[in-house]
C-alpha cells in the first residue's frame, strides 16, 4: 500500500505492478509479431494451455490418489476410475494430456530446429527450451511411478539401476535414490514429492525463463528475415497495415493462436472422451509385483527414442551412448557453425540433415517399442549409431554451408 500512496491515479500504481505491466504490454497493441509466421508458431501457446489442463486435473486427482504401496493402484483404478464421480474424466484428461503435451513439444522443438529459431540471440530461448525439456521428462516419469501398477514398478527399477553407471556398479547410489534396495514405500514417497510440488515449481520457473528470453529478441519467422521491428510497427500504427511486416500481439496474432488451438482442443477432447487407451498401458492394470517380471519392459512413446539409443548396445557404451543423446540437443545452438538464419529447404546440406534427423528420431521410436529381437535389434542399432553420427558431423556440414 505504500506504493500506493505515492502513485497519482488509479492507472500510475497499476502501471507501476511488473506483472500487470507485462499483462497489458502483451495485451496491447504495442507488442509486434511478425506477418509471415505459419500456424507452427502457436505450439507454444498450445504447451501452455495443455500444461494448464494437467495441472487443474492434477490437483483434482489429488483429493482422491493415496501414496501409499498398498492402497495406491486401487485409490487411482478403482476409487478414482469407478467410485467418484466424473473422477474417469480427470484421469482421461491428465493421462491424454501428459503423452499429447510430448507431441506437442516434439513439433515445437522440430519446427525451432527447421527454421533456425535457435541463432543469433536466440540461443538462451533454446536452451532454456532444453531445461524445460528435461524437467517436463522428470515430471512424466514421476508421474508414471504414482498408480503403481507393473509398468509404473519395473519402469523405476530399470531407470533407477542406470544409476549404477553400469561396470562401476555403483550400487550405494542406486539404493540412496531408491531409499531401499527395490522399489517400494521409500520409492513411492519421493517421487510423489517430486512429481506433486518439485517438478510443477520446477516447469513454472522454466517456463518464466523462456518467457523471459522469449522478449530479448523477436521471435523468428519463416523466412528467418531480420526485421526492423520499429519501422514496420510506424507503418502499422500509421494505418499502412498491408504494408508493415509485422502484426500486433493483441488482437490479430491472438485471434489466430486461439483459432489454432481451438483446432487443438477439439483434437484433445476428441481423444480423451474416445480414444483414451493410447495413453494408459494395458500393463500397468496390473498392480506391482516384484516378483513377477513383464515380458517386456518399456518406457511411454515419448522416452522410446533415447530408451533405443541406450539398449542395442552392450552396457557401458549403451550409457555413454545413451548420456551423449541426453545432452548434445542442449548444445544445437554451439554446434551448428552456419550463420544462416532460414528454413532448412534453403540451407543445402542442412536440409538432409534435417530430414534424416527426424527419420531416424521415428525409426528409434518405433524399434524401442518392439521387443530387442533378430532384425529389430539391427535396425535399432543402426538408428542409434545414425543419430550419433549425425551429432558429429553437424558442425563440419554446417561449416561447409555457403552464406545466404
Ligand atoms: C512447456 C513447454 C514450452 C512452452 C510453454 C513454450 C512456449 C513457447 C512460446 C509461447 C513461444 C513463442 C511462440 C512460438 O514460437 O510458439 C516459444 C518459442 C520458442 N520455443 Fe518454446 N515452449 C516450450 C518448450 C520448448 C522446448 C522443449 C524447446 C526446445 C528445446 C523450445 C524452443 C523454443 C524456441 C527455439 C522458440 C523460438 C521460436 C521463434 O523464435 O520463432 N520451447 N515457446
Not at 551423449?324 to 529447404?345: E, T
Given at each position: ?28 497493441t504495442?507488442y509486434w509479431i511478425?506477418k ?200 502499422y500504427?500509421?494505418?499502412?497495415k498491408?504494408?508493415s511486416?509485422v502484426m500486433a500481439f493483441g488482437n490479430d496474432f491472438l485471434s489466430k493462436d ?147
Amino acid at each position: 500500500m505504500a506504493n500506493f500512496a505515492k502513485a497519482n491515479s488509479v492507472e500510475e500504481w497499476l502501471d507501476q505492478r511488473l506483472a500487470i505491466r507485462t499483462i497489458r504490454r502483451v495485451m496491447s497493441t504495442e507488442y509486434w509479431i511478425p506477418k509471415n509466421v505459419n500456424f507452427l508458431w502457436a505450439m507454444g501457446m498450445i504447451l501452455m494451455v495443455t500444461f494448464k489442463l494437467l495441472l487443474v486435473s492434477g490437483i483434482f486427482l489429488l483429493m482422491y490418489y493415496q501414496p501409499n504401496v498398498d492402497t495406491a493402484f486401487d485409490s487411482v483404478n478403482y476409487t478414482i476410475m469407478q467410485d467418484v464421480a466424473y473422477g474417469w474424466l480427470w484421469r482421461h484428461v491428465h493421462a491424454v494430456g501428459a503423452s499429447v503435451v510430448f507431441l506437442i513439444i516434439y513439433i515445437h522443438m522440430f519446427t525451432g530446429i527447421y527454421y533456425g529459431s535457435y541463432k543469433k540471440g536466440r540461443e538462451l530461448i533454446w536452451i532454456s527450451g532444453m531445461i524445460l525439456f528435461i524437467t517436463f521428462s522428470g515430471l512424466a516419469f514421476s508421474g508414471y511411478m504414482l498408480p503403481w501398477g507393473q509398468m509404473s514398478y519395473w519402469a523405476g527399477m530399470v531407470i533407477t539401476n542406470l544409476f549404477s553407471a553400469g561396470s562401476l556398479e555403483l550400487h550405494g547410489i542406486v539404493e540412496w535414490v531408491r531409499g531401499d534396495y527395490v522399489p517400494g514405500q521409500a520409492f513411492l514417497d519421493r517421487f510423489f514429492m517430486q512429481h506433486v510440488l518439485l517438478l510443477p515449481l520446477g516447469v513454472l520457473g522454466a517456463i518464466g525463463l523462456h518467457f523471459a528470453a522469449l522478449r530479448l529478441p523477436h521471435v523468428n519467422n519463416q523466412d528467418g528475415e531480420e526485421i526492423n521491428f520499429e519501422e514496420e510497427a510506424a507503418k502499422y500504427k500509421a494505418g499502412k497495415k498491408k504494408e508493415s511486416k509485422v502484426m500486433a500481439f493483441g488482437n490479430d496474432f491472438l485471434s489466430k493462436d486461439i483459432f489454432v488451438l481451438s483446432v487443438f482442443l477439439i483434437f484433445f477432447f476428441y481423444l480423451v472422451f474416445w480414444h483414451y487407451g493410447f495413453a494408459l498401458d494395458p500393463v500397468n492394470l496390473d498392480p506391482a509385483d516384484g516378483l513377477k517380471t513383464p515380458a517386456h519392459i518399456y518406457p511411454e512413446w515419448y522416452f522410446l527414442w533415447s530408451y533405443e539409443i541406450l539398449r542395442p548396445f552392450p552396457k557401458d557404451p549403451g550409457l555413454i551412448a545413451f548420456a551423449f543423446s541426453q545432452v548434445i540437443l542442449l548444445l544445437l545452438p554451439f554446434l551448428d557453425r552456419s550463420p544462416n538464419v532460414a528454413p532448412a529447404n534453403r540451407r543445402g546440406p542442412f536440409a538432409i540433415w534435417f530430414w534424416v534427423f527426424l527419420v531416424d528420431m521415428i525409426v528409434l521410436t518405433a524399434m524401442g517399442k518392439l521387443p530387442p529381437e533378430g532384425i529389430f535389434n539391427t535396425i535399432g542399432l543402426v538408428a542409434a549409431i545414425v543419430f550419433i553420427l549425425l551429432w558429429v558431423a553437424l558442425p563440419f556440414i554446417t561449416k561447409l554451408e555457403k552464406r545466404l
